[in-house]
């Protein structure tokens, strides 16, 4: 494999990372001031096997963790307030960060009311000062006026500037400085990585290598032999590049959009279905890529009679997994082809791309099987990546002639 | 103008090693401005700073706790008689934690470690807000603040005119500590500009600019948006630098007019003004032009 050059950006960038640590519970905090200082669990009330959404740092100090059952989390941390979560609560403060942030930068990427907020100020300089500045007095307005005491990280990129503000967790602030980007990262923990997938590091570790510095010694071609065509993406992580752009205000995130035209005109649920699966996995391949997962799935079904069915669904939590994801587009489908009419053309959009949650899911069963999917996918991706792309197919896509028209 | 003549002055202050240089030196806008040439990216700015320049105030160590190995690796892309002046980290000056500030003055004495180890430190800033008035409860975290900071080389700066009494001149004296002399725009309740000496290893001055106007916009674009004329900046070096440079080993002087490039302009005007009277600039070849 041939590794193009890394583009030398055209200036320094400088990106702020805005992150409210336990969003949900600095949020009811801000609601409710006799909370502080003292452990929170954010948990659903009522339900069985309820697991926790959301705690404070003390409750994490405690032993709690995202994900664990409540009962077990209120044996750990007995004296903690456990609150239903409020999302329409964290969605209105996500918007407040969004307007305060507005004044610095046409662009600003929050994330998924979450309490992440990037913001591009490359270029602002004899506007508005210099970066860091800005970065300081962005944190003290929020603080000020919305009583929230975000970390703020400033870096050449949101890589990295996603990684320096993991390392000041609860508060505090991180400045790295352009040409400083792998120096700071080199003796970190691999794990620390966005976009280094739970498979990626289970091989590193298989080769011992748990530092960055460790891998960053490789070389992309030495890199190849666990990762195949990930090396570059691998290469490029370890070394503190991203070139991807932080998203214009109000712009919509890129999605992943997929085109099936049939050669005769189907009307098989088999047929639809194998079709679909390509899609999926294809889109799949797309996100990892990205390192994104999607909120939102969308079906274009265009009928033979010239009649359009556009339907769309959820994905919650996020995904990027071929099997959750194909799962959601089965009941898109179901939603979308509901006439006796011969389809022409099937498009699959994966829309709200994020980066890929940190939330477990809130059944343990479910994240049993979550575990089990991002296995298989995995599993699937190093064959191909050896074998290409034909060497493994799932079975129902063997009922149409590939490759899609996409 | 009498201000502008080029006399000699008297024997002695010939001695003072005096370093001039800005408030930071990574500014975009810098580059718009002419100072470093086009397409200089900020991995650049330093090595090519030190080649007009002898001297440095680090601000971003006022945004966070500055950290040893990304300091080792910055002193290592400077000449080895290339020196900095470190400001005190906000959390120790204008955002005081009664709880926390001592663990942070010793995580500050570990950041910047390698620098005393290089014999580059020349000073440590520490530089007060306009609300911190002279009071009991000031004076006494001062007091216990300069303690812990004893061994470092610190230099005060004081916004607030309460400070500018001969009882904090004579505490800061039997300290060793410098207290900075400051130019700042003529607005009541400021601290004066004053050529007191409190140590006399080293005098401190910062120019800020007279912008009366962006003072108080809370933002640095218009507070630091001010143009020294050669002939304000003569009136400085004869009224207040070279008295100084008699009394003192060495100096420091600080331009954080940064706007447009104007720091370092004033600074290399400040330059040729102190050379004419017999002042030089401790160590760089001054002549260099990128």
Known sequence: MKLEPYPPPAMDRSIIHLNVADFAVAVERCIEPRLRERPVIVAPAGAARAVVYDMSEEAFRAGVQKGMAVGRARRLCRDATVLSPHPDRYQRAMAALLRHALPFSPRIEPGDADGHLFVDVTGTGRLLGPPVDVAWRLHRQVRRDLGLNPIWALAPNKLVAKVASRLVKPSGEYIVGAGEEAPFLAPLPVALLPGLERDDLARLFELNLRRVAQVAALSPRQLEVPFGRRAGFVHETVHGIDTTQVLAVGEKPPAVVLDHVFDTDAHADPVLEAVLYRLVEQAGVELRRRRRAARRLVLVLDHSDGLRRVRQMRADPATANDLALFALARRVLALAWTRRVRVRRLRLICGGLVFPPAQLSLFASERGEDRRRENLVAAIDRIRQRFGDAAVQVGRTFQVAMPCGS | ?290
């Open chain 2, 1 to 290: 103008m009498a201000a502008l003549s080029s006399r000699k002055v008297q024997a002695g202050a010939g001695t003072c090693r005096i370093r001039i240089g800005t408030s930071g030196y990574s500014y975009a806008e810098w580059t718009a401005a002419g100072f470093y040439p086009p397409g200089t990216g900020s991995q650049r700015m330093l090595p090519l700073y030190t080649q007009r320049f002898g001297v440095t105030e680090l601000n971003y160590t006022w945004y966070q706790m500055p950290k040893a190995d990304a300091v080792a690796r910055m002193a290592a892309k400077v000449p080895v008689d290339f020196a900095f002046a470190a400001k005190l980290t906000r959390t120790l000056t204008h955002e005081v934690d009664p709880n926390a500030w001592r663990a942070q003055v010793a995580q500050y004495r570990d950041g910047i470690a390698p620098l005393r180890q290089s014999g580059q430190l020349l000073a440590v800033l520490a530089q007060w807000p306009p609300f911190f008035e002279r009071t009991p409860a000031n004076r006494r975290y001062l007091a216990e603040l300069l303690d812990a900071l004893e061994g470092l080389p610190v230099a005060v700066e004081f916004r607030h005119a309460s400070w500018a009494v001969d009882r904090v001149f004579a505490e800061l004296e039997r300290r060793r500590v410098t207290l900075a002399a400051v130019d700042l725009p003529p607005l009541p309740g400021l601290f004066p500009a004053l050529d007191v000496v409190t140590n006399p290893a080293l005098f401190y001055v910062r120019f800020h600019g007279r912008n009366a106007r962006g003072w108080g916009s809370g933002h640095m674009q218009q507070q630091f948006d001010y143009d020294y004329s050669a002939a304000e900046l003569a009136q400085w070096a004869d009224q207040r630098i070279v008295p100084m440079a008699r009394r003192v080993a060495a100096g420091a002087v600080f331009f954080n007019n940064h706007v447009r490039a104007q720091a370092p302009r004033n600074a290399e005007t400040l330059v040729g003004l102190l050379a004419a009277r017999g002042l030089k600039q401790f160590a760089r070849n001054l002549s260099k032009r990128f």
